[in-house]
């Protein structure tokens, strides 16, 4: 299957979520639920990684990998998730989901830079609508 397709997956599977995750907050306090969320998915990772035989290749992972996994996962799954859940538990989903929809534009831009990946016109139009889009989203008509 092409990353395309595993990637549109994804963006449904994220984009069908913020519901349930705001249902699932009502009335309790978005570190609380994120606790709960990510012991669930230490259950299914921990399931399939011992399905699959994963967890033998754990030890063969170089140090110098683990700091860098280990600061993605501090970044994108506690701290960029407890502020999508704080955030979603005070505001509109979709709403929040269209700003959290931007990190496209940090992603590409640190690729480029860090990563010397490639900024091409198509992307460099897309990040000019993301941000035409946060510009409509964030405008706030006068009372």
Not at 57 to 66: C, F, G, Y
Not at 67 to 87: C, H, I, M, P, R
Not at 108 to 123: D, P, R
């Amino acid at each position: 299957m092409s990353a395309f397709w595993v990637a549109l997956f994804g963006a449904v599977c994220w984009g069908i979520a913020p519901l349930f995750g705001k249902v699932g907050l009502r009335g309790i306090n978005p570190v609380d639920g994120l606790v709960a969320r990510t012991s669930v998915t230490i259950l299914f990772v921990g399931g399939w990684a011992i399905a699959s035989g994963s967890f033998g290749r754990l030890s063969s992972i170089p140090t110098k990998r683990w700091v860098f996994l280990a600061v993605e996962a501090f970044l994108a799954t506690f701290a960029g998730d407890l502020a999508y859940y704080a955030s979603i538990k005070r505001g509109d989903i979709g709403h929040v989901s269209l700003i959290f929809a931007s990190s496209p534009l940090i992603t590409v831009t640190v690729g480029w830079y860090f990563l010397g990946e490639q900024l091409t016109m198509a992307k460099i139009i897309g990040a000019i609508l993301i941000i035409c889009g946060l510009v409509l989203v964030g405008f706030k008509p006068p009372n």
